[in-house]
């Protein structure tokens, strides 16, 4: 037995015994990570205090990392905070178990699939500043983290919903950025609270206010036709102020939850992957096992 499979063996272990009596959003994290051990991936807790964030890693060295950021999840039910915020069905790792790119990362937001002791304190971290400053410190601790695993010097950011932007408020402010791709990106807060009749996002940021940072990234963000919690018009406001010369909005038959996983496939062929410069080389495969964190 290689030591790679005996650490995801541990950490297998480690989450059976974490989430025998934990919520349902850490039960599901079990079953993702199976799933996606099928296809390359590794488990990875990240520690950005006072947070960890669940991720998995597909990690072969290579100078460019793919970074997926989950959406909102399960935010807000019935008009009140969730106190379990996992998405019922994760979007975001969906289109990452489908990325043929050789050092991907799906990393998922503050509270979700994590032991309900583990978030209790954080409520407000998936409801008024889901994307705060602390927020995107926080994801950006953990592309960092994941980066020195790969060895990789740039990354392609892909966010689905709030995840969408989390990925530009990441964009606007990071050096190591070479592509910029939203799923019905949530790209303009301000907008889309009050276009909904919703009480503002208090103490989040508004991708919107710095879109002219990112002004020389390639950048694709595509919507549904069908969507409408995160309509076209967040995509259009945005490509408005900022005036890109690079810049793609791709409308999709396809609504806020479903639709995108299917076209993914033809979606990276057609659009995402040759947004990425230079093109993907063969890598080296590297053993990750001695870097991996979990909770305790």
């Avoid at 990570?33 to 950005?48: E, K, M």
């Avoid at 008024?128 to 020195?148: F, H, P, T």
């Avoid at 010369?245 to 033809?266: C, V």
């Amino acid at each position: 037995m290689t030591w790679s499979n005996k650490i995801f063996l541990a950490l297998a272990l480690a989450l059976t015994l974490a989430t025998a009596c934990a919520p349902s959003g850490a039960r599901r994290w079990e079953s993702e990570v199976n799933r996606a051990f099928g296809r390359g991936f590794r488990p990875l807790s990240l520690a950005t205090p006072p947070f960890h964030l669940a991720a998995l890693l597909k990690g072969q060295t290579h100078e460019e990392l793919v970074v997926y950021l989950e959406g909102d999840g399960r935010a807000i039910v019935h008009g009140r905070p969730a106190s379990d915020p996992s998405p019922r069905y994760a979007q975001s790792l969906e289109l990452a178990l489908l990325d043929p790119a050789p050092a991907v990362l799906y990393l998922a937001r503050i509270g979700q699939f994590q032991p309900l002791d583990a978030i209790k304190a954080n409520e407000i971290y998936w409801t008024d500043k889901r994307l705060s400053e602390e927020a995107v410190n926080a994801a950006g601790e953990a592309i960092d983290q994941a980066k020195r695993l790969v060895k990789a010097s740039k990354i392609h950011l892909i966010g689905y919903s709030g995840g969408g932007g989390l990925a530009a408020l990441l964009a606007e402010r990071r050096f190591d950025v070479a592509s910029l791709v939203t799923v019905a990106g949530l790209l303009d807060t301000d907008y889309w609270v009050l276009n909904h009749g919703w009480r503002p996002l208090i103490g989040s940021l508004n991708p919107i206010k710095n879109a002219k940072n990112t002004a020389f990234i390639p950048q694709i963000h595509f919507y549904g036709s069908k969507d409408y919690i995160i309509d076209s018009s967040l995509s259009l406001r945005f490509e408005q102020a900022s005036q890109f010369a690079n810049f793609k909005r791709l409308s999709q038959d396809a609504d806020h939850y479903s639709g995108w996983t299917p076209k993914w496939p033809s979606l990276l062929t057609q659009y995402v992957v040759p947004l990425r410069r230079p093109s993907f080389s063969p890598p080296a495969t590297i053993d990750l096992g001695s870097s991996l964190s979990l909770r305790p």
